[in-house]
């Protein structure tokens, strides 16, 4: 049997948002590129999310933002096409009573809305990297949502930063 050495095993913390820098690849939005990773309280993986476009829909990365480019056949601004990581992870949950006291490892705080449904799935902790700040339409202005942080305070939600090592260069 041959020994593999390594310098030293990943946290759970480290393991847990390094997949979500992972799975954030598989984002089709120009600007936010988020990845969710829900983990229940044994540590174990119940569902994973990023950012995209509902099925069927354009792509940001190929038709560009729908918020700073508009639509790509009548050029108007409109509302952005994306649904978030977290969303997405929630529905890819397929019972989302699995989610109940699970553990949230996003690449970005959540939005209001992101939070709302956490909220409601029964999500106990939130580990997150950076910041969301969205995107006005027309790109004139970005803006830190307060409401999200105000909900999870008056729910009792753990909210962690994330202090780790990330071993993704993104």
């Not at 030293?8 to 089709?28: G, H, K, V």
């Not at 988020?34 to 994973?48: H, L, P």
Request: net charge positive; hydrophobic share 35%.
């Amino acid at each position: 049997m041959v020994e593999v050495k390594h310098a030293s095993r990943l946290s759970w913390d480290e393991t847990f948002m390094n997949l979500a820098f992972l799975i954030a690849q598989r984002t089709a939005c120009k600007y936010h590129v988020v990845g969710a990773v829900f983990v229940d309280e044994r540590k174990r993986i119940v569902s994973v999310g990023y950012n995209g476009p509902s099925e069927g829909d354009y792509h940001g990365t190929e038709v560009g933002c729908a918020k700073i480019d508009g639509n790509p056949k009548t050029k108007k601004l409109e509302r952005c096409r994306g649904v978030h990581a977290e969303i997405n992870g929630i529905i890819n949950s397929q019972n989302t009573e699995r989610l109940r006291g699970a553990t949230l490892y996003t690449t970005f705080f959540p939005c209001y809305d992101c939070l709302k449904a956490l909220n409601n799935a029964g999500i106990k902790e939130i580990v997150y990297n950076d910041i969301y700040r969205r995107i006005q339409t027309g790109g004139e202005k970005i803006e830190e949502e307060n409401e999200a942080w105000d909900l999870a305070k008056r729910r009792g939600i753990k909210i962690r930063k994330y202090e780790g090592k990330t071993y993704l260069n993104i």
